[in-house]
Structure formats: structure tokens, C-alpha cells
């Protein structure tokens, strides 16, 4: 296994040459406007895993494919020819779906803010079901009547206590 600096180093190396060699043109009227994003290679240096993203329509990704998979030996003897490895990597070419990711994370985003700006106004015109504050309170003696009467029901238990009975 190679060291992984090495391998970052070549697959920068990798991604230059072939947006260099797209960039002055492949003569293939299928290919898009196509930008690399990325390329991995493996740790032992024999495969290298392009990424890229096609601008336009599903059908023009499509045309790009095929023209990049129809173009993969020309480019691979590209990077061979400008590398100082002892083997050339095979190239894959993968559609790099950053883009069409990226946009329906912004779009589940801006759904979200939208359902809480209607929350938050729900929310502020919303009333309680029952009482604002639903918790069971002591009960407030403010009157004579009421101590009296708790007094009363104080004897009665102490009585019926004292009495060996129950209530």
C-alpha cells in the first residue's frame, strides 16, 4: 500500500491533467460542459475514481457520460504520459450528485422555515384548553368561616381517633 500522501498527491495530480485535457477539448459534440470535482485513487495507486458534474439537462448528463466513458483510454493515456508512476490507474468516471444534493437540502430547508413562520404564528394566537396554569394549588383559607370549619373537621378526627373508631 502506497502512502496516502502520495495517493492524494497523485489524484491531484490526476484531476488536473484530465480537466486540462477536457478543458482544451475532446472531439466529442456529446460532451457537455463538465467540470471535475474530485478524483480518489486507491491505496495501491492502480485505479483512480473520477468525479464530475455535467451543467445543463438530464439528457446532456447523460451525453457526457457516454462521451467520457467513450473517451476513458485517450485519457487515461493522457495521464499516463504525464505521470511519473510506474503503472498508469484505470479511470472510472462517476457523476458527482453534490449539486442536485445540495439543492433538495436547501429546499427541505426553506420548506422548514416556511412550517415554522406557521408554528410560530399558531402559536402566538393559540389558547390554553382549560386553565392557563392546569396544576392543582393548596387551598387559600382567607375567611374566619374556613379556619372554623377546618378547625371542626380537626376535632371530629381527633375524636373519632381518641375514640379507637375511624372516619
Do not use: C
Not at 52 to 61: D, L
Not at 104 to 117: C, F, K
Not at 119 to 133: F, H, K, W
Not at 139 to 158: G, K, N, P, T, V
Amino acid at each position: 500500500m502506497a502512502d496516502p500522501a502520495r495517493a492524494r498527491k497523485l489524484a491531484d495530480r490526476i484531476k488536473e491533467i484530465v480537466a486540462r485535457r477536457i478543458d482544451k477539448g475532446l472531439r466529442d459534440p456529446r460532451l457537455g460542459f463538465v467540470t471535475i470535482t474530485d478524483v480518489r485513487v486507491t491505496g495501491d495507486l492502480q485505479h483512480a475514481s473520477v468525479f464530475y458534474t455535467v451543467y445543463g439537462s438530464e439528457e446532456e448528463r447523460r451525453d457526457s457520460a457516454i462521451a467520457l466513458k467513450a473517451a476513458t483510454g485517450m485519457l487515461r493515456s493522457e495521464v499516463g504520459r504525464n505521470i511519473t508512476a510506474r503503472l498508469t490507474p484505470t479511470l472510472e468516471f462517476i457523476h458527482d450528485a453534490i449539486p442536485e444534493n445540495a439543492e433538495h437540502i436547501e429546499a427541505l430547508l426553506r420548506e422548514a422555515r416556511t412550517r415554522d413562520v406557521e408554528t410560530s404564528v399558531l402559536a402566538s394566537t393559540a389558547e390554553y384548553a382549560g386553565e392557563a396554569d392546569p396544576y392543582v394549588k393548596p387551598r387559600e383559607l382567607e375567611d374566619d368561616a374556613d379556619w372554623d370549619e377546618l378547625d371542626d373537621e380537626a376535632s371530629d378526627l381527633a375524636d373519632d381517633t381518641e375514640a379507637g373508631g375511624s372516619r
